[in-house]
């Protein structure tokens, strides 16, 4: 069995009461069950909890939480959303529309991400590409794939996942203070332990596939001596995702203390979708993404240890 971490915002619900924090929107309350649903904490044809433990959970109203579930069930993630009775996980999940193409809308990173990469994962010789600044969202997305393959449902016999990640060694641009006197130390203390849980754990997950079903796979992790003000994902030398880290201006509790800080939600990040064949436009941004990360990788890269 794999093990599966999530960031602490993303816990399951196991209907006791959180520490009192701002009211969150209903669009956040939508980006966390969505979040816990690609990522498998909710499965396929799972009972969701009511909306009366949810809106508990969240410290919402009811309504908010009515709105979240009706979001997910626009995105074929829910069934059976009403007043009454409480909504279930729609049965087939990762069987949606090929996101790729000229046509193709932009979704958020926790809607896109996932079938994705489930699909690369049809592949006799899985290889993946990422430059984020933590591994977050891509963690979350192997959720599926991974339960796939102990379902017995993939089968690929190679796996080569490299990650582009900031260097512990730099000022980051951003998470950071608005009041520039604040002390950064205690937010980069925070990201960088963030940053190398992540990646441990997606690194775990994916090496555990040796024992368990003989996958020949290969994980590498370099640093970059800058903040990536975007994120890149790039599937078996045919596909390109690409979003933005777009700043906002939040509170956020750290060490027990609020900060106001400039900072990135990166899995709320609207995802672009690139694909070879689907015309010139992207092929050619598929065959520039690969030179781009490989030359990173290969010249001002350093060795990463994801170790405090």
């Excluded at 939480?65 to 009775?85: D, F, M, P, W, Y």
């Excluded at 900072?263 to 690969?290: K, N, P, W």
């Amino acid at each position: 069995m794999y093990c599966f971490v999530v960031d602490p915002e993303h816990a399951p619900v196991n209907g006791r009461k959180r520490p009192h924090r701002p009211q969150k929107s209903h669009h956040e309350v939508a980006d966390e069950l969505r979040t816990r649903i690609r990522s498998g904490v909710l499965r396929p044809g799972q009972r969701m909890p009511t909306q009366a433990m949810l809106a508990d959970e969240f410290g919402v109203d009811r309504g908010a939480v009515r709105q979240a579930l009706r979001i997910l069930q626009a995105e074929h993630l829910l069934t059976n959303v009403s007043k009454g009775s409480p909504a279930t996980v729609a049965p087939d999940l990762g069987r949606g529309p090929v996101l790729a193409g000229p046509a193709a809308p932009p979704l958020p990173t926790t809607v896109a991400l996932a079938p994705r990469i489930a699909d690369a994962f049809a592949a006799a010789h899985v290889e993946i590409d990422a430059l984020c600044l933590t591994s977050v969202s891509l963690t979350l997305a192997l959720g599926e794939p991974l339960r796939r393959i102990h379902a017995g449902e993939l089968k690929p016999a190679k796996i080569d996942v490299r990650v582009l990640l900031p260097s512990r060694d730099i000022e980051l641009a951003f998470p950071t203070p608005v009041d520039t006197a604040a002390p950064h130390n205690r937010l980069q203390g925070r990201w960088l332990a963030q940053r190398n849980a992540q990646g441990q754990v997606l690194k775990h997950n994916l090496l555990a596939l040796r024992a368990t079903h003989g996958i020949d796979v290969r994980v590498s992790f370099r640093a970059v001596p800058f903040t990536p003000p975007v994120k890149l994902y790039l599937l078996n030398g045919s596909e390109a995702l690409f979003a933005y880290y777009t700043l906002t201006r939040r509170e956020q509790e750290i060490d027990h203390e609020p900060l106001e800080l400039y900072d990135a939600e990166g899995t709320r990040s609207m995802l672009f979708a690139f694909a070879q064949g689907a015309g010139l436009r992207d092929t050619t941004f598929v065959e520039q993404s690969h030179l781009w990360f490989n030359a990173l990788w290969e010249t001002i890269s350093s060795e990463l240890v994801l170790t405090s």
